[in-house]
């Protein structure tokens, strides 16, 4: 690799993991060129050398960052609970401290709005990692994903995601933590039922 590229690679890297901060903290309509080239410390005028547009950038920015926090969680949830990584997964993403991150990890509360709104590419490109997320969160439920196993993991996803951006618009108050303990026990009665 020569320096130039390797310096083209640095610069491209930088602008989408400013892009992905944006991501996190304001969503896709309140993040600007301007504001993630800034964030990048590179001026303006190199964001098309890298990317053909914001709707380029972000639609890369939301299957990078859905896929790393998703993939990173799935992981230490295997590593940590091989007997139940599902249930585990669940846990974590309900508990206090992931609600209360200083930096969001998770885009979906910060991005679904923006995505209902705006459309496409956004909406394929959120669409592409929730399949994903369904398909890996069924697979922890068992070696041989059905049917079941979907519809489970379909309906712990929405669950988790709804008692998450729900509890983190109200976070300091007593419902807020009454969301998250709710839609853990909701959630672990239906990991926990037979399948049919």
């Not at 310096?7 to 504001?35: C, F, N, V």
Request: glycine share 6%.
């Amino acid at each position: 690799m020569t320096q130039k590229t390797e310096q083209k690679q640095k610069s491209h890297d930088a602008i989408l993991a400013s892009a992905a901060a944006l991501l996190l903290e304001r969503g896709i309509q309140a993040s600007s060129i301007m504001d993630v080239m800034k964030g990048a410390g590179l001026t303006v005028g190199g964001f098309y050398g890298h990317f053909e547009s914001k709707e380029h950038l972000f639609t890369e920015t939301i299957r990078g960052t859905a896929r790393a926090v998703w993939n990173k969680l799935l992981h230490k949830a295997k590593e940590d609970a091989p007997e139940a990584p599902a249930l585990k997964v669940l846990e974590r993403y309900l508990s206090r401290k992931h609600r209360d991150a200083f930096t969001p990890t998770c885009p979906l509360p910060s991005i679904t709005a923006d995505v209902s709104r705006t459309g496409e590419p956004y909406r394929g490109a959120l669409e592409a990692e929730l399949q994903e997320f369904v398909q890996s969160f069924a697979e922890l439920l068992g070696p041989n994903a059905n049917a079941r196993h979907r519809e489970k993991a379909l309906a712990a996803i929405a669950l988790m995601y709804g008692a998450l951006s729900l509890s983190r618009a109200i976070r300091g108050t007593k419902l807020s933590d009454d969301f998250l303990e709710a839609a853990k026990k909701a959630g672990a009665k239906l990991l926990a039922k037979q399948d049919a």
